[in-house]
């Protein structure tokens, strides 16, 4: 089956903890997407990749850090610099002028 | 890239048709205009895409007036299980960069 996973689903976090959320897709899409949904809120952009090894940041990218080594993969840090991390990440994953297929989800919670 | 505007909430009745009309007035010449459908704890799903006139598929209709300064999306014969969040967002052909606004959230009732 052709999808996009995120894991965990959910996870914990201890205040100054780094953690990583990961996203694989088997799509053959080369563009990758992240995106951070508080409680009652729409999408905030995070950062998003066009291509492996290339991204850019979104609206909201300080205190998180990506890397695109692999065109299936696009695994996103939550630093100790991101001050109110707790959140529900969205990854997505799209071709050039068409729609975006959205991954389950990964609710981060801060201790 | 352009922003939307959209209502923040709609109630409707099951079996009627709901209309949620979204305002884009600074729109790009090659902007599309995307719907995207949401439940809680999950991912977006998108619903059409038009760029002019009327788009239409097994699920809703898209209509776009000439001047695209708004669209709105049909959805005919709601059901319960409508009730989510529907977000509007223009699309610039050729950029890879989406932007949501803060959607709208619809409600039916039985």
């Known amino acids: 089956d052709g999808g996009i996973t995120q894991s965990p689903k959910y996870l914990f976090r201890k205040e100054g903890q780094n953690v990583t959320l990961s996203c694989e897709q088997n799509l053959n899409h080369d563009a990758m997407y992240w995106y951070r949904q508080d409680p009652g809120q729409g999408l905030r952009l995070i950062y998003y990749?066009?291509?492996?090894?290339?991204?850019q940041k979104g609206d909201i990218a300080e205190g998180y850090s990506v890397s695109r080594e692999k065109k299936e993969s696009f695994p996103l840090t939550v630093t100790s610099a991101q001050k109110n991390p707790t959140a529900f990440y969205l990854c997505?994953?799209?071709?050039?002028?068409?729609?975006?297929?959205f991954g389950p989800g990964t609710r981060l919670t801060v201790l | 890239l352009a922003k939307t505007t959209q209502p923040i909430s709609m109630d409707s009745y099951e079996g009627q048709e709901v209309n949620i009309t979204c305002s884009h007035n600074?729109?790009?010449?090659?902007?599309?205009i995307t719907w995207y459908q949401q439940f809680p704890s999950q991912g977006p799903r998108f619903i059409i895409q038009?760029?002019?006139t009327k788009v239409t598929n097994e699920v809703a209709s898209l209509f776009i007036p000439a001047d695209r300064k708004s669209s709105t999306l049909s959805l005919p014969r709601v059901s319960l299980s409508d009730t989510a969040v529907y977000y509007c967002l223009a699309y610039t052909s050729g950029t890879y960069k989406y932007i949501f606004g803060t959607g709208t959230r619809l409600k039916v009732l039985a």
């Open positions: 997505a994953s799209s071709i050039t002028g068409d729609e975006q297929f």
């Open positions: 038009g760029y002019k």
């Open positions: 600074n729109i790009a010449t090659n902007d599309y």
């Open positions: 990749s066009q291509i492996v090894n290339d991204f």
